[in-house]
């Protein structure tokens, strides 16, 4: 609980100076609610009196209970501005360092939690906190004047009626705790319900193409159906006690004013009460009624937000694989490469794998050159790969850049000098310029973009599209050919300058001319000082200074082309297929 009210009080306390305006005026606002009733009390009391002689003073109070009304407009508005604004703003300050702190992680962390888990912890837990930090706090503030000022006014006006009111108060209190209980406690699995239901949701839509191909439609639906009726089992649960509760709140401010007319009747028939005295207790009876309710929603939304914070904090508390390295000072950054890469006794094991992957790999790469690496399938190419570009972290003293340590550099630091094209290409859903540009920090060049998409084999298709370079690609450029995609992924790396471009596995899905226009303005026209190239095309890799070749997760040989035709079975094997094929 206390680590809950800190996170909380971190956030609230960056507006306090609004929260202060908002308590202010919900002063006010209380104020101005129970003075309303005291006129209300001498305009009835009045009429009680006759008409002569009281006219003037008659339409003095009602004036005065309409200008009170009207202030009370305004107060109560202001009072809510100033609570709701704050909690926005940190719904939307919460959002944005989720998603820093979400982009901050490993790939360990996304092993173990889906995407959809994650969003509907972005989107449904952060509303939680943006409920107690806006109504939430607005309506303890109302609360706690309310049943200050209101049950003050009551008691001098007749202890014995204030005590009528209180006991079913009381009753409709302790009922409505209960059930707030039992809401709470379904709305924790109904949260974890929505969050599986999410990720099995993303997750075949992001399949749907598998789900075709094998024709298993009816077990995704069933799977997607499971958790779709274990939501609505909890949501139904919940439903059920807002059905008893809900009512029961609503027709509180009733309840009391029957009891009220019926007890308070009996003190203006003995001639304790007059009639404007009861209507005015009944007024203040009514007033009692709202702070309540307030209550009660006021526990549930904090026991819910709470539950929310929860699921927020095994996030936020959670550290990225940065976060305990320094920044690099720009100047060394530039310098990262000057003397390329040093690869040293390179082993690799994934946090959920039992055998290392890479195994004792040493190589270097210098400025200028063009290195390939080739391999059978699962050899560990890709995993190379990403421990050269800081996406995996590899051992201390195994991969060094200019003399770093890359263990103990930012993987940011390490993507300012290397370039990535990976051969599993994602596109936004935006234009093709915007994919393009993505990343580059400046305003699209046009003159540079249409430069890239040339070098990329893309002008003659892109020419023919509807919008050309505005065109939308649509969800995960759902709208363009492998090759395409590939190709608009490489314009990406090629627009935004590197020390290393790293090319992996982007031939794969291009024909035979547009390789060689590829290879052509990539390594021939070299636009990247240095390039690492990952393909199993010989017609690629003969471009190379030199290759390694794995096998299962060894550098079992290394070379130029020609050397490695003689002492590679694997290669010269590859290069004779490739070969009889063409």
Known sequence: MISKLRFLLKYAHQYRWWYTGGILFMALTIGVSVTIPEYIQKSIDLIGQGREGNENAFYNYVLMI????????????MSRILFFIPGRLIEKQLKGEMFRKLTSFGKEYFDKNSSGSIISRINNDINGV???????????????F???????????????????????LIVVFVIVRVGMAVMVKNTRRRMDSLQNLSGKTVSFLSGNGVIKSYNIHKWAEEKVDEENVSLFDFTMNIAR????????LANLEQILKIVVLFAGGMFVINGTFTIGQLAEFIAYAALL???????????????????????????????????????????????????????????YRYHNGDEEVLKNISFDIKPGQVVGITGKLGCGKTTLVNCLNGYLKPEKNSVFFNGHDAALLRGQDIRKVVKTVSQEVFLFSDTIENNITFGSGDLPDNEKVDK????????????????????????????????????????????????????????????????RFLIKHIFENRTNETILVVSNRISVLEKADFIIVLEDGEMVAKGTHKELMKKSSYYRETSELQDNKE
């Not at 009170?68 to 107060?75: F, N, S």
């Not at 943006?130 to 706090?137: E, K, Q, S, V």
């Not at 006690?241 to 029961?248: A, I, K, W």
């Open 130 to 144: 943006r409920m107690i930090t806006g109504f939430g706090l607005m309506q303890i503030g109302n609360v706690i």
């Open 241 to 248: 006690v807002r059905s008893f509760v809900l009512p029961l």
């Open 146 to 168: 309310s049943l200050s000022v209101t049950p003050y006014k009551m008691w001098n006006m007749s202890p014995v009626l204030t005590l009528y009111c209180v006991l079913p």
């Open 289 to 347: 009624s709202h702070p309540i309710m307030g209550l009660g929603w006021v526990l549930t939304v904090f026991q819910q937000g709470f539950v929310g914070i929860t699921s927020l904090q095994t996030i936020m508390d959670k550290k990225g694989v940065d976060d305990d390295k320094p920044a690099l000072e720009p100047s060394k950054v530039n310098t990262l490469f000057k003397q390329g890469v040093s690869v040293r006794n390179l082993s």
């Open 452 to 515: 890239v998409i040339y070098k990329s084999a893309l002008a003659d298709e892109i020419e023919r599209f509807p919008g050309q370079e505005r065109t939308m690609v649509g969800e995960k450029g759902i709208m363009l050919s492998g090759g395409q995609k590939q190709r608009i992924s490489l314009a990406r790396a090629l627009y935004t300058k590197s020390d290393l471009l790293i090319l992996d596995d982007v031939f794969s899905a291009v024909d035979t001319d547009t390789e």
């Open 66 to 77: 309409l200008v009170l009304a009207l202030v009370l407009i305004l107060v109560r508005t």
